[in-house]
């Protein structure tokens, strides 16, 4: 029997372009290799639309916010739906860039030096000086 994947595509993040692009190319690539692949639009239904389809797996091709910092990887947790893509906590600590360098730095990995700002601060000037 042939497993049936779902690509998890588009979105509403700002790479939402990327994404659908990216998630097509999956998609085509999975079929080639002889899958059932389901392309879907990420939207705030997306919990609603898996539970009628039954996919055995989902691969996760959204791009920032909703589907690389955890929170799609909690919601298929919650549906004991396998994925690919790094889990809940990876996802969420490697969004937070000064987190996962700090985390990064604990370990004895080395770090480029960075500077935090908030977007006051970067809308007043030059925020490399």
């Not at 959204?62 to 549906?79: A, S």
């Not at 994925?83 to 770090?111: C, N, Q, W």
Request: neutral net charge; contains cysteine.
């Amino acid at each position: 029997m042939t497993q049936h994947i779902v690509v998890l595509k588009g979105g509403w993040s700002a790479e939402r372009e990327v994404s659908l692009r990216s998630g097509a190319a999956c998609a085509k690539a999975l079929r080639n290799c002889g899958y059932q692949v389901t392309e879907l639009d990420m939207q705030p239904d997306i919990a609603q639309q898996l539970a009628e389809i039954k996919p055995d797996v989902v691969f996760n091709a959204l791009h920032g916010r909703i589907g690389e910092d955890g929170c799609v990887q909690g919601l298929l947790n919650i549906m004991n739906i396998p994925y690919t893509h790094s889990g809940v906590l990876a996802s969420s600590l490697a969004m937070d860039k000064p987190m996962a360098k700090r985390i990064f730095a604990a370990e004895g990995i080395r770090v480029p030096a960075g500077k935090t700002l908030t977007l006051e601060q970067l809308l007043e000037g030059e925020p490399m000086k």
